[in-house]
């Protein structure tokens, strides 16, 4: 061997060294890439059915009236005939919540001209019903047809 190759094959070996060395890092690092294709981790997804520990069972209603004195008149003893119904099937005070009633003047011309016989006024009320009792608020969503009469 001569002095002047000598530096050479050390350069040469030591190139083949990194090449090897690269190339294995590469090709483990591909076989980690298409392991994680192929492999999938489900949490969570086990599926039962519970029962609920709250009921939120929200009432709407609403009154028609020519006169505005009336209207009130009648939404409030709707609101009133709906919460002794709700006290009737045992429901607490403190469960029922009086929503803000909201009044729409329907004297719009487009709207009277299409009904001249339709109330001026209608009301709309809305009680919700937020309770723990979740089978008494099934029965007396079911009982509902009561508040028609």
Same mark, same amino acid.
């Given at each position: ?65 020519? &006169? =505005?004195? !009336? ?14 119904? %709700?006290? $009737? ?27 001249? &016989? =339709?109330? !001026? ?14 089978? %008494?608020? $099934? ?11």
């Amino acid at each position: 061997m001569n002095l002047n190759s000598r530096p050479f094959v050390i350069l040469g070996l030591s190139l083949v060294l990194g090449f090897a060395v690269f190339g294995m890092y590469v090709g483990r690092a591909v076989r980690t890439g298409r392991e994680f294709d192929r492999f999938l981790t489900v949490r969570g997804m086990s599926e039962r059915e519970v029962k609920a520990t709250l009921a939120i069972w929200p009432l709407h209603f609403s009154v028609s009236d020519a &006169d =505005l004195a !009336r209207l009130k008149s009648r939404m409030d003893a709707q609101r009133q005939a709906v919460l002794a119904y %709700l006290k $009737k099937e045992g429901f607490e005070p403190a469960e029922i919540t009086l929503g803000l009633p909201t009044v729409a003047d329907r004297e719009d011309e487009r709207i009277r001209s299409e009904h001249p &016989d =339709l109330p !001026r006024y209608r009301g709309s009320v809305t009680l919700v019903v937020r309770s723990t009792k979740v089978d %008494l608020v $099934k029965k007396s969503i079911q009982d509902a047809d009561q508040l028609m009469e």
